[in-house]
């Protein structure tokens, strides 16, 4: 492996790392993210289970296409 090559991975892999923290920043500002009506929450005064399966699906669905016109956009 050339090193050129190897810089381009931690390149794309350090942009990668940003663009999450900066999903995972801004996530609590997005409105209806994490309180679908398919999530499931349990809970009492002492311990609370959460489970988010819409959101998961949601969020499955838009990575799928964003990934999907990424990877159709490179080979073009």
Known sequence: MD????G???LVAGL????LGLA???ADRVPF???LPGDI???DDR???YV????SILLSIVLTVVLGLVSWLGRR
């Open 24 to 26: 995972l920043t801004f």
């Open 8 to 10: 381009r991975a931690l």
């Open 41 to 43: 929450r349990l809970g």
């Open 47 to 49: 311990v609370t289970v």
């Open 16 to 19: 990668v790392i940003a663009a």
């Open 33 to 35: 993210l994490g309180r």
């Open 52 to 55: 988010p399966i819409a959101t």
């Open 3 to 6: 090193i050129s090559q190897v």
